[in-house]
């Protein structure tokens, strides 16, 4: 089973230089998931900034509980999508 979406991997110095996921689903059903670290405007009030995540939508900004190890932060970013996509 396919989730219908692309996943991206961004941050050539591993993510806590300055890395995101991203699942892209709007060719699917117009939403997309991505934990990121840069520091946008829009991110400056949640507890977890720069750590954040894009619930949705890109102005959908909430606190990131993806942990900032490389490894925990996919670990957990393909948790969401399983728990999505495959329950």
Known sequence: ???????????AEGFEAAGRLHLERRH??????RVDNY????????????????DGQDIQVKESSFGIVPEE???NFLAI???????
């Open 81 to 87: 999508i399983r728990d999505r996509f495959f329950h």
């Open 28 to 33: 699917v059903d117009g939403t997309i998931l």
């Open 73 to 75: 932060v996919l670990t």
């Open 39 to 54: 520091p946008h405007q829009r991110a400056v009030r949640v507890r977890s900034f720069p750590h954040h995540f894009h």
């Open 1 to 11: 089973q396919l989730v219908g979406g692309l996943i991206q991997t961004r941050g």
